[in-house]
């Protein structure tokens, strides 16, 4: 065989390789099976290092070393995740609330995109919201829910913490004394309200005085996803079809009160 033709094999077989090292998993119609890289979040340059199935949902975060399981100590939950950034800084602040007296538990921490949309479609498909059709049976749902790949609960930032329900909060003795506390102290650590009353006129979900974000982590996530996640990345879901008209990126998932720096 003559050299060139030599030549050409190598190079097919090693264009084969580089191929096949790139492929996804076999198994990627389930994303509950994705074993993804982990990704660094890096404070500059936007988008580089974060791996686009993260801002989805598309992973299993007990796989995932960017993922840490949550202490015990620190929910009453089992096997509930976080990136390990938010959980150190969670950490530091349950320990300075705990010497303050206030006490935090974490009920809802990471959610991927099956489990997103496990309540998403049980609430689709339950009594509560029957009576609505279409997009209005969406746009009911959203007020406390989200869709499947739009949640910030993805991205292994956000928590829910002690009662879900404002009330709580708002009316018992111990709950008015940790949203004090809260309001007061988990901005040091990085925790922020991302959805407040409305008053200033923030769309999307309405108040969730449980649901913290930590937003070193949280807003170069949002950033990302504001400029690579389009309508067709909501799919095979109930009422998916609906993401586009209802806004879910411009109105929900852009619809967040974030500290200016
Ligand atoms: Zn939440």
Redesign the pocket.
Known sequence: MKRFQWLVILVFFQLAFLNCSLDMPANETDPITLNLQTDSLPATAICSGINELHLTGQFNPAKDTSFAIIPNQFTSKKQVFLRKEALDSFELMWNEAQDEGIDLTIL?ATRNWTYQRSIWNRKWNGTRYAEFDGSERAIEILKYSSMPGSSR?HWGT?V?LNALENEWFESDIVGVATYAWLKQHAGRFGFHQVYGDQKNGRTGYRE?KW?WSYLPLAKPLLDCYLSSITTGDFQQFEGAQWADSIGIVELYVQGVDIPKP
Do not use: F
């Open positions: 809802s609960h956000d829910d969730e649901h």
